[in-house]
């Protein structure tokens, strides 16, 4: 774990989104808490992750996302070098879609 954003705030923060009880409380914080263009972008790294992880081309990822080959690369580090946060969720929502 980054020790650089392991801070109290942080915390606060990620307790906050853990109390969110569904999509549209999700909708709701989020929007409050983000620009347009932020959440726009957290969301464009997560889907090129979801389309890295099912070995899509780059080609592929930006042509689908508009992603730049940049943030495709960082996504892909993260995936490949990171902590497993994109493999941990993945790998619930798929538990999820199988019950």
């Known amino acids: 774990m980054n020790k650089k954003i392991k801070t109290e705030a942080v915390d606060f923060l990620f307790d906050a989104i853990l109390h969110l009880k569904d ?3 999700c909708y709701s ?12 972008s957290l969301s464009q790294r997560f889907e090129v992750a979801s ?6 081309t780059y080609l592929e990822i930006a042509e689908k996302t508009g992603a730049s080959t940049a943030t495709i690369s ?11 946060g ?6 619930r929502m798929n538990k999820k879609d199988e019950e």
């Not at 914080?29 to 726009?40: G, H, K, M």
């Not at 960082?74 to 497993?84: E, H, I, K, M, P």
């Not at 994109?86 to 790998?91: D, T």
């Open 51 to 56: 389309m890295l992880k099912d070995h899509k």
């Open 74 to 84: 960082r996504v892909n580090r993260s995936l490949n070098y990171g902590n497993d």
């Open 86 to 91: 994109y493999e941990l969720v993945f790998n």
């Open 23 to 25: 999509r549209s409380e």
């Open 29 to 40: 914080f989020f929007e409050d808490l983000c620009t347009v263009n932020e959440l726009l």
